[in-house]
């Protein structure tokens, strides 16, 4: 059973980096597929912000494409979502999972809150 | 591009069925046949139970069944039991380089 746990920190202050780390188990980051972060926020609702494969190569959402980076790291299992330039509407719940393909999440994390606040 | 719409909260007793609603547009709902459907109990991970509009994952009970007509899919939970109160969600395939439209959300109360 692949599991997924995000980690990171729960306060940002703006204009800050947000940076979050997924951890995977019962699977190979190295597997085929993709792996993904999406969040949700009261006044947006759910919003996928990219996705990256065991490659390296990354997809991203087009209206954060600017601030957004991911990146795999093979030797600890676990991909990494870094948001920069954040404000208070990047408050949100953020999920880590996990795509086999045909565009469907195949596993998620539990989620963390992250809070943008001076 | 919007999100998917879906009812706020639906319910049923135990052993009878709800059917939640998820419309979209032709653009995305109606033109691609990937429509996944998640549940979302309090405190967990969200669970995948229905992708490509109608096949379940090994292990999700065959309670748990979905369909499309147009730009609307639809999930059905047959024989309501008390485990399947939690939040329901569904998306689809955006096309292009959004990939992912998601549902506003279905809260299901089992009465």
């Known amino acids: 059973q692949v599991q997924l746990q995000e980690s990171g920190p729960g306060l940002v202050k703006p204009p800050g980096t947000l940076s979050l780390t997924c951890a995977v188990s019962?699977?190979?980051?190295?597997?085929?597929?993709?792996w993904g972060w999406v969040r949700q926020s009261p006044g947006k609702g759910l919003e996928w912000i990219g996705d990256?494969?065991?490659?390296?190569?990354?997809n991203y959402n087009p209206s954060l494409k600017s601030r957004v980076t991911m990146s795999i790291d093979k030797s600890k299992n676990q991909f990494s979502l870094s948001l920069t330039s954040v404000t208070a509407v990047d408050t949100a719940l953020y999920y880590c999972?996990?795509?086999?393909?045909?565009?469907?999440?195949?596993?998620w994390g539990q989620g963390t809150l992250v809070t943008v606040s001076s | 591009q919007s999100a998917l719409t879906q009812p706020p909260s639906a319910s049923g007793s135990p052993g009878q069925s709800v059917t939640i609603s998820c419309t979209g547009t032709?653009?995305?709902?109606?033109?691609?046949?990937?429509v996944s459907w998640y549940q979302q109990s309090p405190g967990k991970a969200p669970k995948l139970i229905i992708s490509e509009v109608s096949k379940r994952p090994p292990g999700v009970p065959d309670r748990f069944s979905g369909s499309k007509s147009g730009n609307t899919a639809s999930l059905t939970v047959s024989g309501l039991q008390a485990e399947d109160e939690a939040d329901y969600f569904c998306?689809?395939?955006?096309?292009?380089?959004?990939?992912?439209?998601f549902g506003t959300g279905t809260k299901v109360t089992v009465l």
């Open positions: 999972a996990y795509s086999s393909g045909w565009y469907r999440l195949d596993y």
């Open positions: 019962g699977a190979s980051i190295s597997s085929d597929g993709w």
């Open positions: 990256i494969g065991h490659s390296g190569s990354a």
């Open positions: 032709s653009s995305d709902v109606g033109y691609y046949n990937y």
């Open positions: 998306s689809s395939y955006g096309g292009g380089t959004n990939p992912y439209v």
